[in-house]
């Protein structure tokens, strides 16, 4: 039998829950601050909602999914990313009201891409992304990427980079590709074979190849800037400018080219410079104002960004960083002398969880010594000791594990008197 868990996956447990919880709970009030309501969608969507949205000639769609065909011979795949399940439901559910647009959505799930592991890069990881679908609006691209600036500022990083591109629409990207395979093809013999692959494929995607020689070639080559038609200039120079106004700091990087091919217009990515640089990337996103139609549904833009929860927490964790958590909750040890009466200690244990605190029992029951010594290991608040004396008295004597005080409690007023020595609700 197998022991082990399947490579590029992780058993998340521990304080690395407490770390994960703690970005949730900050990403979820910036949701609930931004106005974004949540959405969620299968693991698994039939495998062309992902082949035709992310692109046939993307690494993902040709190496990375992990697609399987069930019982009744349908070809299901893993999501590998949020946006193409996100924009099939809301086509699906008819959840676009013209009256109140853009729809605000945001997601928190796992996704699936078959690739090699390595420290940041796993074959299941958490995402957590945002869509706003209906509006083309340039306030919303600023919107959306002061949103994931926001969402790591707040965490508390520093070192972080906001790179910014537009890929354009259709028409200037038709002529951007023309000339980027003219220089492409003059440096032929220097790319990969699988950049040689892609040169005829559909030559932006040696932008995202893993081999830095590639992507440095390709970064030499003609700009996609150069190739903006009016309409897409003026929209990128709008978002620019609400971003300066917002005192949003950015760069502009020319060859940002994001892996999936439905991309259009503004797009951007969070790097940390704390990070190594293959997997430095914190969380992107950009417009795709074509993949509603796309799905046969409205011809409405769209635009959102996806973040990378369990690189967050890794970066958290390699600057030292400490999680604050939520709320202080007093967190309660029950410590009963063995053969005790169970209803009297069980009650107590109910009046307290009843009033919101974290309460748990000492099952060992075995000595009062090492019951404490667990308590104070578990990081809990106080011990709550009852034996025969405190049974027959109708007290609970009450040990506060920092400094070892010690009280005798009523058990009538319990709660109240808790709250009084330790100051907490
Ligand atoms: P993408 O959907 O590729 O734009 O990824 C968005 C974010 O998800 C990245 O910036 C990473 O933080 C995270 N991410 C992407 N792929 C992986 C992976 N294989 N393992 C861990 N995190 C990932």
Redesign the pocket.
């Known amino acids: 039998m197998a022991v082990n868990s399947p490579r590029g996956t992780s058993d998340i447990f521990g304080q690395d829950i407490f770390y994960r919880d703690f970005v949730i709970d900050r990403v979820r009030e910036l949701f609930k601050i931004f106005n974004f309501e949540e959405i969620i969608t299968p693991a698994f969507e039939y495998t062309e909602v992902f082949s035709r949205s992310i692109g046939e000639a993307t690494d993902i769609v040709k190496k990375e999914m992990y697609t399987f065909c069930d019982r009744k011979g349908r070809s299901l795949t893993l999501r590998p990313?949020g946006t193409a399940a996100v924009v099939r439901a809301v086509i699906e559910k008819k959840m676009l009201d013209s009256k109140s647009l853009p729809l605000r959505l945001f997601y928190i799930g796992n996704m699936f891409?078959y690739?090699r592991p390595q420290k940041?890069?796993?074959?299941e990881?958490w995402?957590v992304g945002v869509e706003a679908l209906g509006r083309k609006d340039p306030l919303i691209d600023a919107e959306i990427i002061w949103l994931l600036n926001e969402i790591f500022t707040r965490i508390g990083f520093r070192n972080l980079v906001l790179n910014i591109n537009s890929m354009g629409c259709g028409k200037c990207r038709e002529k951007y590709t023309e000339k980027l395979k003219e220089y492409l093809g003059e440096v032929f013999n220097s790319l990969c074979t699988d950049c040689q692959r892609r040169f005829a494929e559909n030559p932006l995607r040696i932008f995202d190849c893993k081999i830095d020689n590639c992507r440095k070639i390709a970064a030499k080559g003609p700009k996609i800037s150069d190739f903006l038609c009016g309409e897409c200039s003026d929209h990128f120079m709008e978002v620019r400018s609400a971003l300066t106004g917002l005192s949003i700091r950015y760069t502009i990087a020319d060859d940002l080219v994001?892996?999936f091919d439905y991309y259009t217009g503004t797009i951007f990515e969070i790097n940390s410079k704390d990070l190594e640089s293959a997997q430095n990337?914190?969380?992107?996103g950009g417009r795709y104002d074509n993949l509603l139609s796309e799905f046969g549904g409205p011809d409405m833009p769209a635009i959102g960004f996806?973040?990378?929860l369990?690189?967050t927490v890794m970066l958290m964790k390699e600057l030292g960083m400490q999680y604050i958590p939520a709320e202080k909750r007093l967190k309660i040890y029950i410590l009963p002398a063995a053969g005790l009466d169970k209803p009297y200690f069980i009650n107590i244990l109910k009046v307290l969880r009843d009033a919101g605190m974290t309460c748990d029992i000492d099952y060992g029951m075995n000595s009062i010594g090492a019951g404490i010594k667990r308590a104070s290991k578990k990081g809990f608040d106080l011990a709550l000791i009852i034996g025969e004396d405190e049974i027959e008295k109708g007290t609970v004597a009450v040990k506060e594990l920092k400094s070892y005080r010690q009280y005798d409690l009523g058990c009538k007023d319990v709660v109240e008197k808790i709250m009084e020595i330790t100051g907490v609700k």
């Not at 990337?281 to 992107?284: E, I, K, M, R, Y």
Request: glycine share 24%; net charge positive; no cysteine.
């Open positions: 990313e891409r690739e940041g890069r796993m074959r990881f995402q994001r892996g990337a914190l969380g992107g996806a973040l990378g369990d690189r």
